[in-house]
């Protein structure tokens, strides 16, 4: 591994970027061979054989997926550019393309300053593809776009810039252009310095030619699309425009220049294009990651809010500030126990002391910092503004928390996860098994943001919930070979919710007699219906005194512990507004106990008055099948309750867009294998949630065991 040199490292020679994109575009591969021509690695790994650096999990290995966003350090100087023969320090970050696990992309984009995002060249733009492309947007990422799988049987370069522009939005800049394609794929045009770049098929592709020429047959297409390219860089330069009307020459320097800022500013996305797996493409590409993409001196400075005085707070980029950074990620090492994930934004952190957590307003001890090769660590004394380090030695502090100094506090932008869509049940298989159980679900909760864990008071049973199933899978399996707990599992069960549909008032009153001193809790309440997603809200609208402050505390406790067990089925109720307007206490036998009943009562009597309703998760389906079964597909579907969007022809195949309630789409990978003679493949994320039709709700009413108040709602 290169020698890292404990110094700060020259801010504007450090790249900290992440690869994004839809399963199996490649973004594995990708890495590899970075790792490889940057010399951190001296064998490329092949994920078909389960030896690659970045999926070091089994699990990842098994499976063929990446599962955690791994971190590396690697080191590049640039071959053809501005600063060619400069080295620099590029951080990288693999995400997951599987929606199931979309929090590790969401956390790694929160943190990075540039995005490669790579795209299959036959497929194009796809689902999963769009959902990272706007996490990336939300977080402001520069990004740049490499074509992978140019020697993919149905590769088409052009196609899939076109599916930029219509799926993405985005404003491409064509840089490159792929000399043949499919089984003639050898290389491509630099369309900014009209060169050749050729890749034989001696070696690993780690040497390539660099020609002067351009193949006979591109001539007038490379003039034509360097035209285009000179124009659009141009467009976003006010200097440059008026050169380009006056017809003279830009030079190559000036367009590099214009393209950087134009990327920084997101107004210009590069396009690049390669085979990973074919190791053809990917040096340019490194070029273009120190070329265009920012480093943190380009970014100036971190906005976050100084807690003491809820006053806007900046930080600029620079060792020389004072410490901030973000804890983005939190990983159990088998070796050295709890890992926190460190972006340093400013300043700079030192092992051995301690460190402010501003979120939890608690004080923590950098134990030891590590420099993270995936799996692979190097220890180190301390870490810059833009280093991307694992910390060794925080016990509390979790995703998306500040970490900073004590004496210039600063709270930067949380990130902010999606909700548990899907849930099941989990009991140890041995009594052994159930203190390690607790323990294992912890660690696991630490780690995984969207992976909850609660108890059902009413069975006893341990519940798990998640984004998907795959995720909830690979949760139980690594119970078993990290924690070494052996569980049962039930079957998948869809996260409802309950809400209400109208406004309805309803008193609560608890009293007991008995001897001594008495319970005595009075309260009415109001239950009004919020928008969707709103979640919940508790208004105090009590005049004059007739319930205490320390009841009214109590009353909302009621309120909250009953909306969390639901009242229908037991799903919790949701996007609901519960109004406290007036009750009455006794000066001796008022307790909190007593108005925390009484409340629980006033909003069962009110709900079902409001008429209580189930919201289910709807999930956005794409099936990809070969047009002679898309007939059985969408009729499939119908009878699934979706709503069928459209359809899109994407190269041979016919992609049907559905959206389709989680109930129904239970083993319908099965399903649509059988139907499709294992030639269809379908890809789904969560999508918003709806209210379930009324006579589905009645069969769940009568088939349910929850005994809590269904009597009373029927």
């Known amino acids: 591994m290169a020698d890292v040199a404990r110094t700060a490292y020259d801010l504007d020679k450090i790249r900290n970027i992440g690869i994004i994109a839809h399963i199996d575009a490649g973004k594995t591969t990708t890495t590899e061979r970075i790792l490889y021509y940057t010399g951190v690695t001296h064998k490329i790994g092949d994920i078909d054989e389960g030896n690659t650096v970045m999926d070091w999990m089994e699990q990842e290995k098994e499976r063929g997926i990446t599962i955690v966003s791994a971190a590396t350090t690697a080191f590049w100087k640039q071959t053809q550019g501005s600063q060619t023969g400069v080295e620099h320090r590029i951080n990288i970050i693999d995400t997951p393309g599987h929606v199931d696990f979309t929090a590790e992309v969401e956390r790694s984009l929160r943190v990075l300053d540039g995005g490669i995002t790579v795209l299959d060249a036959e497929e194009g733009v796809q689902s999963q593809s769009e959902t990272v492309w706007r996490q990336a947007d939300k977080y402001k990422v520069p990004r740049i776009c490499f074509v992978n799988k140019m020697d993919k049987l149905g590769a088409d370069f052009l196609a899939t810039v076109k599916s930029i522009v219509e799926r993405l939005g985005a404003n491409p800049a064509i840089m490159v252009l792929p000399i043949g394609s499919e089984s003639t794929f050898v290389g491509t045009v630099d369309l900014l310095t009209r060169k050749s770049n050729v890749w034989g098929s001696e070696g690993l592709g780690a040497k390539y030619e660099v020609l002067d020429e351009v193949p006979a047959e591109m001539k007038d297409q490379v003039e034509e699309y360097r035209g285009k390219l000179v124009e659009k860089i141009a467009e976003t330069d006010d200097v440059l425009m008026e050169k380009f009307l006056n017809g003279e020459d ?59 005085t809820s006053e806007p707070e900046i930080r600029q980029l620079t060792s020389e500030d004072s410490l901030s950074g973000l804890a983005f990620k939190i990983q159990i090492d088998p070796h050295v126990g709890r890992l926190t994930y460190y972006r340093v934004y400013s300043g700079k952190i030192i092992s051995g002391s301690y460190i402010y957590n501003s979120t939890k307003n608690i004080t923590e001890r950098v134990g030891r910092l590590l420099l993270m090769h995936a799996n692979h660590r190097e220890e180190i004394k301390e870490a810059f503004a833009g280093e991307i380090v694992a910390v060794v030695g925080l016990k509390d502090t979790i995703t998306g928390d500040t970490l900073c100094e004590p004496k210039n506090p600063i709270v930067l932008e949380k990130i902010i996860f999606p909700d548990p869509v899907i849930s099941l049940a989990i009991e140890p298989k041995t009594k052994s098994d159930q203190e390690r159980l607790g323990m294992a679900l912890k660690r696991l909760m630490d780690e995984d943001p969207t992976f909850h864990v609660k108890t059902n008071h009413e069975t006893g049973q341990t519940i798990i919930a998640g984004v998907g199933e795959l995720q909830l899978e690979i949760m139980v399996d690594r119970m078993k070979r990290e924690f070494n707990v052996l569980a049962n599992v039930g079957a998948p069960q869809v996260a409802y919710k309950e809400t209400v549909r109208g406004i309805a008032e309803a008193e609560g009153k608890y ?79 008022s307790s909190e106990i007593a108005f925390k009943i009484a409340a629980s009562q006033a909003l069962q009597a009110a709900s079902r008055k409001a008429e209580i309703n189930l919201l289910e998760p709807i999930m956005k389906v794409e099936v990809t099948t070969p047009s002679e079964f898309m007939g059985d597909v969408i009729g499939d579907l119908s009878s699934k309750r979706a709503q069928i969007s459209g359809t899109e022809e994407r190269g041979k195949a016919t992609v049907v867009l559905a959206l389709v309630p989680l109930a129904e789409l239970s083993g319908y990978a099965t399903g649509l294998r059988s139907m499709s003679q294992g030639r269809a493949s379908y890809y789904m994320e969560p999508s918003h949630y709806e209210e379930v039709p009324r006579s589905i709700v009645e069969q769940m009413l009568a088939k349910s065991t929850f005994t809590g108040r269904i009597s009373a709602q029927q």
Do not use: W
């Not at 074919?278 to 906005?303: F, M």
């Open 250 to 308: 830009i030079s190559v320097e000036e367009l590099r220049i214009a393209l950087r800022r134009a990327v920084i500013g997101y107004k210009l996305v590069p396009i690049y294009a390669g085979s990973s797996l074919r190791h053809k493409g990917v040096q340019p590409l490194l070029d273009a990651v120190i070329e265009y993409l920012p480093s943190p001196k380009d970014l100036k400075e971190v906005k976050g809010i100084n807690p003491r």
């Open 511 to 589: 009293i007991r007699q008995s001897g001594g001193r008495g319970q005595f809790g009075h309260c009415y309440l109001r239950v009004t219906p919020r928008a969707r997603g709103e979640g919940y809200q508790f208004v105090d609208a009590v005049k004059g005194g007739a319930i205490p402050a320390e009841f009214i505390k109590a009353i909302e406790k009621g309120i909250v512990e009953t909306l969390d067990n639901g009242i229908l089925l037991g799903y919790p109720m949701v996007d609901v507004e519960v109004t406290c307007y007036d009750g009455s206490y006794h000066d001796v036998d």
